[in-house]
């Protein structure tokens, strides 16, 4: 087993994954940096190559290598060849913006990732729940870093705290300071072997990493005055931690799409989930039903109306998708068909 790999996150069970690939002679890599579809990959953590992929043809968008990716390089030909990617054991996916409900891998491979929201404006907790949503979605465990705590006062980050851990029930929450260090400490406990950091731009994502890495490895800029972000960061990128481990850095988002994410939405609104069970109807619409559970507990405080809109809203955006998505697979069946039936003419079965 290629040894000096093991800092990277490379284990048993990857080097099984990859046994026939080496038998093929490839080498294994991870994925360190993806721009706009330019490769690097880490055949040893100190050191990226400029890697070009050629996967089988007909490989979806999702297929592609995503920064974190296990790969299979081909050694022999001129620069890096990525042959094959390694089965992921986590991945975080964006919908993308568009008409077409594609995702878009942003990271694999993830154990834990950080969702950064910066304390010096107010928390957007709908979007916080989106990040969440796709955090739990991955397959990593999510944990939210409230950052900049050294900008606001003891109070402002204890109401900070209670809102920020209403919106993430189960998740662990922390206030740090890439500044003073305060709760850096926290953190690093807190954090897998491979941890991506995910959010708005000027959140504080790379300024975290380099507090965590102990380096100036990501370049950060001051936020605009009215504090949104300069998207400063553009790629996706791994870091090699000097006590073993990776973080990944990722640009910052405006928003982003629970599209695909029904086991997501449902682990990251389990506290409603939980209580809809205890509805009278098996199909209660929270509305006016007698005996509603979740209706009660907003009554009695236990549930904001807020985090149930919330919840509402990424249902109907996840089955909005489902249905666009069955859409769209009948109208390339129906292409296809026409396709093959203009095919079949063409070769003159006589039917003119
Ligand atoms: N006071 C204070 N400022 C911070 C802290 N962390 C980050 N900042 C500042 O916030 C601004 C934005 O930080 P970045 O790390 O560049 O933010 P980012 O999330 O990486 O932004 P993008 O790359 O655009 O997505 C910079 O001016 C940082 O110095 C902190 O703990 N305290
Ligand atoms: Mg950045
Ligand atoms: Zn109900």
Request: charged share 25%.
């Amino acid at each position: 087993m290629p040894s000096d790999l093991r800092p990277l996150g490379w284990d048993e069970e990857w080097a099984a994954a990859f046994a026939s690939y080496a038998a093929a002679g490839l080498l294994p890599a991870r994925v360190g940096r993806v721009d706009r579809g330019r490769l690097e990959v880490h055949l040893r953590p100190s050191e990226t190559v400029h890697a070009v992929a050629h996967l089988e043809a007909g490989a979806a968008v999702e297929d592609q290598p995503a920064v974190g990716d296990w790969v299979a390089v081909d050694p022999r030909s001129d620069g890096a060849v990525v042959t094959g990617v390694l089965p992921r054991r986590t991945l975080i996916v964006r919908s993308s913006a568009g008409r077409r409900s594609e995702g878009q891998a942003m990271a694999a491979n993830v154990d834990t990732v950080l969702i950064a929201v910066p304390l010096e404006r107010e928390a957007r907790l709908a979007q916080l729940e989106r990040f969440l949503t796709v955090g739990w979605e991955s397959g990593a465990r999510p944990v939210v870093v409230l950052t900049k705590s050294d900008v606001v006062d003891h109070d402002e980050i204890d109401v900070a705290l209670l809102r920020a851990r209403e919106a993430a029930p189960g998740v662990q929450v922390l206030a740090v300071s890439a500044e003073t260090r305060t709760g850096t400490d926290a953190l690093r406990s807190a954090i897998g072997a491979t941890t991506a950091v995910v959010g708005q731009s000027g959140a504080g994502k790379s300024t975290l990493v380099n507090a965590l890495a102990g380096a100036e490895v990501m370049a950060t800029q001051a936020t605009r005055q009215d504090g949104k972000g300069r998207h400063t960061t553009t790629a996706r990128e791994l870091i090699p931690l000097p006590s073993g481990g990776v973080l990944i850095d990722t640009p910052g988002l405006r928003g982003i799409g629970v599209h695909d994410a029904s086991d997501g939405v449902a682990q990251s609104f389990s506290d409603i989930e939980a209580l809809a069970e205890e509805c009278r109807f098996r199909d209660c619409t929270h509305e006016t039903e007698p005996g509603c559970a979740v209706t009660a507990a907003i009554d009695d405080g236990a549930l904001t109306r807020r985090r149930l809109d919330s919840y509402r809203k990424q249902l109907r955006e996840v089955e909005w998708a489902g249905r666009r998505n069955a859409a769209d697979a009948r109208a390339a069946h129906a292409k296809r068909w026409a396709e093959q039936t203009a095919h079949g003419k063409g070769h003159g079965r006589g039917v003119h």
